[in-house]
Each structure stands twice: as structure tokens, then as C-alpha cells.
């Protein structure tokens, strides 16, 4: 598989690795995925309010993917914290994997912490991360071991959306373009970063060629998957050093000494895909499936401050087909 490839697919890839033998793709539809269908969209919001609430999420999503311990996000997602809920059930999955399918990657990322100093320090954070969540992790799935599976399902049942998402991407076999529109609603409406990312996941349920053509290239596996990836990254979702991101990048390809998520894909661009067609299908998502205007002047491939998402929160709805991305 070529590198450019990669560059694009691997976070999904891995990300789906981390919840094997917890997840069992059935051979249906989508029916037995009602009791986390939403039954109505969101409240619409003003284009301020939109960029109030995206700004509210990466404050949170901070908190929850870079600060909180184990006790608090356990402790919140028992209170009914459908984030927290969500983010716990990510814990789970990681140390599951960190002990088991990806166990030899991360005895790899050991030696190579004294091999590549440009590296030490991302690597330091994959082994503080998981000293620090999956002692007491491991105890609690000793006693429950289906708990990331409990927790995403609690998550999704109680409105998260990109809990549900990743819940009916889990356990449907295809998806149907009437979901996949009221998912891309629900983002264009909340601007949530999360769940704009986890759009990558969905592309590959697809179920039939999207009806408008001039908007089909935003859901081909390939192009589609790097546009998503790109207005995510630009939109909020945390894609520095540091992030699960990032660290899932470093346990899975040990790509470790990366500033963040696109400064790796521009590094390795597939040469087969022209850069102009990922450009203009960034344009499609942007101007015609959510409506957003351009994001806020910045160039993309120039590195975040460590710690912080790359991008800018959306910005009000246009009217007009302006060039995004």
C-alpha cells in the first residue's frame, strides 16, 4: 500500500483496531439500531450560536482527551455524562489494544524512544497516557469486560452524536444515505468536530453512490476520506501533538515526531491523487453538504501550538460557493 495512502487511512485503521474482539459487524441492516436512532434534529442554531458551541466542545473535548484522569471520567460518565461516557469507552478500547493486538508495537515504541530523540517526547506521552489510565482500567474490565461496548451504547442512547455514529457504524453492515444526510445535518447545525471526523468511519457503510453527483466525491473511501479528515482537522477536532489522534498515529505507524495530523498527510501525499481533487472535494463539504463559509485564512499545513486543534470553529453558513478548504 503506498505511503500517501496510508497517511490517510491509518488513523481509521488503528482506531478500529483498538475495539477488536469487542465489536462484531452482522450480517443485517439497521434495524437493530433503534434504540439510538435520533428521532428529530437538533435545535437549530444561529451561526453564532454554532460557533459558541464548537468553541464549548474543544474546551471540553480538552479536558476530557488531555487532563481528566481515570476516577473523573469514570466518576462523570456514571453521573450521565454522555461525553465522558464516550471518552471512556475510548479508554477501554486503548488499553485493551495497547495490551493485546497492538501490544508488540508499543515493546517496539519502547526501543525506539533511544533510537530517535526526535520522537522521545510523543513516545513519553503514549507510556504516561497508559500508566496513567489502564491500571486502574485493566481492574474494572477484569470485572466487566464488555464495558467499552456498555459505555459507547450508554453514550449513544443518550444523544451524543458521534457516539451514535460510531455505534451504528459498529454494528450495521450499510448505512443509508437518508442517515448519512441526517448526520450531515446535525453537524452543518452543531458544528460539532468529533463527529466530523468520525464521518471518515461511515464512508466505507455506505450503502449505494450518493444521488448528487457533483457531491458524490466527498464519499469515495479515498478522496473522501482525505477531505473529511482535512476539514476536521480545520474545524475544531484536535489533530496536535498530543491528542488520542496523534498518539494512535505513533503507537500505529510510529509516525511519533510529527507536530500534528496534517503536517504528516502533507509529508505523505499520495502521488497518484491529485492534491486538486482533494482541494475541491474539501471545497464540496464545506460549501454545499454543510453550508459553511471558508475557514479563518490559515495555512493548513503549517503546524498548531502543541496542545490545541488545528483550525478554526466554523464559520457562519454562505450563501454562495466560495472556495473552502
Known amino acids: ?18 475495539g477488536i474482539g469487542w465489536w462484531l459487524i452482522r450480517d443485517r441492516d439497521e434495524a437493530g439500531t433503534d434504540d439510538v436512532q435520533p428521532v428529530q434534529h437538533s435545535k437549530k442554531l444561529t451561526p453564532e450560536q ?13 479536558h476530557w ?12 460518565a456514571i453521573d450521565g455524562d454522555p ?16 495490551r493485546g493486538p497492538l501490544s508488540n508495537n508499543m515493546k517496539m515504541l519502547a526501543r525506539l524512544s533511544s533510537a530517535d530523540l526526535h520522537s522521545k517526547a510523543a513516545i513519553r506521552g503514549v507510556f504516561d497516557d497508559f500508566r496513567r489510565m489502564c491500571v486502574q482500567a485493566d481492574a474494572d474490565l477484569g470485572k466487566n469486560p464488555q464495558a467499552a461496548v456498555y459505555w459507547l451504547h450508554s453514550s449513544a442512547k443518550a444523544g451524543d452524536l458521534t457516539a451514535q455514529m460510531r455505534y451504528i457504524n459498529r454494528t450495521s453492515a450499510r448505512i443509508s444515505e437518508a442517515r448519512m444526510r441526517y448526520f450531515i445535518e446535525e453537524i452543518a447545525n452543531t458544528g460539532d468536530p468529533d463527529a466530523l471526523f468520525e464521518m471518515v468511519s461511515l464512508l466505507p457503510r455506505m450503502r449505494d453512490t450518493w444521488s448528487q453527483p457533483e ?22 477536532y484536535d489533530c496536535a501533538r498530543g491528542s488520542r489522534m496523534m498518539k494512535v498515529m505513533c503507537v500505529g505507524l510510529f509516525a511519533c515526531n510529527q507536530p500534528d495530523f496534517i503536517s504528516y498527510y502533507r509529508a505523505n501525499r499520495n502521488k497518484a ?10 471545497a464540496v463539504i464545506r460549501n454545499s453538504l454543510l453550508q459553511w463559509a471558508p475557514p479563518p485564512t490559515q495555512d493548513p499545513a503549517q503546524p498548531a501550538a502543541a496542545g490545541t486543534p488545528q483550525g478554526g470553529t466554523p464559520a457562519a453558513p454562505a450563501k454562495s460557493a466560495a472556495s473552502g478548504g
Open 1 to 18: 500500500m503506498k505511503k500517501g495512502i496510508l497517511a490517510v487511512i491509518a488513523v481509521v485503521v488503528v482506531v478500529g483496531l483498538l
Open 50 to 62: 454554532r460557533a459558541e458551541a464548537v468553541r464549548a466542545a474543544v474546551e471540553k473535548n480538552r
Open 65 to 76: 482527551w488531555r487532563e481528566a484522569s481515570y476516577v473523573e471520567i469514570r466518576q462523570a
Open 83 to 98: 461525553v465522558a461516557q464516550r471518552r471512556l469507552s475510548e479508554v477501554y478500547e486503548d488499553c485493551l489494544a495497547f
Open 215 to 236: 457531491e458524490a466525491m466527498a464519499f469515495d473511501n479515498v478522496i473522501g476520506s482525505q477531505a473529511w479528515m482535512l476539514v476536521a482537522c480545520t474545524s475544531g
Open 273 to 282: 491523487i491529485d492534491p486538486a481533487k482533494v482541494d475541491a472535494t474539501v
